[in-house]
T-cell receptor
Framework: GAVVSQHPSRVICKSGTSVKIECRSLDFQATTMFWYRQFPKQSLMLMATSNEGSKATYEQGVEKDKFLINHASLTLSTLTVTSAHPEDSSFYIC???????????FGDGTRLSIL | EDQVTQSPEALRLQEGESSSLNCSYTVSGLRGLFWYRQDPGKGPEFLFTLYSAGEEKEKERLKATLTKKESFLHITAPKPEDSATYLCAVQAGWETSGSRLTFGEGTQLTVNP
C-alpha cells in the first residue's frame, strides 16, 4: 500500500521550455502533497506544500511564478517548471500524506535536465 | 528553528557487522520522527515512524529507537542489499500545516560482501 507514482522519470529539454511533472497517489487519498528538490549528495529541500483545492504554500526563496503547483484532486498534484533554464536542472521528488503525524510517501523522482 | 543532525555521514560495514546510525534533533514539540531509506536515483522509501520517547519499531534487520533528543537506527547482521542512504526526518509543531518534514543530511551506508 501507499504507492506514489511520479511521471516522467526523466526529462531533457531546451532552455525556455515549460515542463510539467505529475504526482499521483495510487491507493490512498492524499490530503497534502509536497514537492522537493534534491541536489547531488544532499538531502531533500522542501519547495512547497499543497492541499487539495487550495493554493500551494511555497518555502522562502522558491519562486511561485516559476514553479506552478496545482493540486486538483486528492490523488493528483502537478508541478510545472515554467521557462526552464539550466540552473533549474535537478532531481524533483513529490510526496503525499494522509494527514499530520502520518508519514509522507514518496514518488521515484524526476530527473530534469535543461540544455 | 527545527534541526536534525545525522551521524556518521558515511559508514562502511562488512556483511554481518552490526552497527547503529544516529539522528539528533532539536524541535519545538515533536509530532513524529521518521526514518527513510533512499537508493540512488530513487525517492525515499518509508521505514518507520516513532512518536514518543521509549518507542521502538523493528523491520527485518532494522530497529529504530527514540529518546527525547535522538533516535538510533540499529542494523543487525547487515547484508549488501542494505546499502543505501538512510534519512531521518522530524515533524514538529501543532499548526495546521504541521505535516512538513525537516530532513537530516543522511547517512550513506555501504555493506561489503
Amino acid at each position: 500500500g501507499a504507492v506514489v507514482s511520479q511521471h516522467p522519470s526523466r526529462v531533457i529539454c531546451k532552455s525556455g521550455t515549460s515542463v510539467k511533472i505529475e504526482c499521483r497517489s495510487l491507493d490512498f487519498q492524499a490530503t497534502t502533497m509536497f514537492w522537493y528538490r534534491q541536489f547531488p549528495k544532499q538531502s531533500l529541500m522542501l519547495m512547497a506544500t499543497s492541499n487539495e483545492g487550495s493554493k500551494a504554500t511555497y518555502e522562502q526563496g522558491v519562486e511561485k511564478d516559476k514553479f506552478l503547483i496545482n493540486h486538483a484532486s486528492l490523488t493528483l498534484s502537478t508541478l510545472t517548471v515554467t521557462s526552464a533554464h539550466p540552473e533549474d536542472s535537478s532531481f524533483y521528488i513529490c510526496s503525499a500524506s494522509t494527514g499530520a503525524s502520518q508519514p509522507q510517501h514518496f514518488g521515484d523522482g524526476t530527473r530534469l535536465s535543461i540544455l | 528553528e527545527d534541526q536534525v543532525t545525522q551521524s556518521p555521514e558515511a559508514l562502511r560495514l562488512q556483511e554481518g557487522e552490526s552497527s547503529s546510525l544516529n539522528c539528533s534533533y532539536t524541535v519545538s514539540g515533536l509530532r513524529g520522527l521518521f526514518w527513510y531509506r533512499q537508493d540512488p536515483g530513487k525517492g525515499p522509501e518509508f521505514l518507520f515512524t516513532l512518536y514518543s520517547a521509549g518507542e521502538e519499531k523493528e523491520k527485518e534487520r532494522l530497529k529504530a529507537t527514540l529518546t527525547k533528543k535522538e533516535s538510533f537506527l540499529h542494523i543487525t547482521a547487515p547484508k549488501p542489499e542494505d546499502s543505501a542512504t538512510y534519512l531521518c526526518a522530524v515533524q514538529a509543531g501543532w499548526e495546521t500545516s504541521g505535516s512538513r518534514l525537516t530532513f537530516g543530511e543522511g547517512t550513506q551506508l555501504t555493506v561489503n560482501p
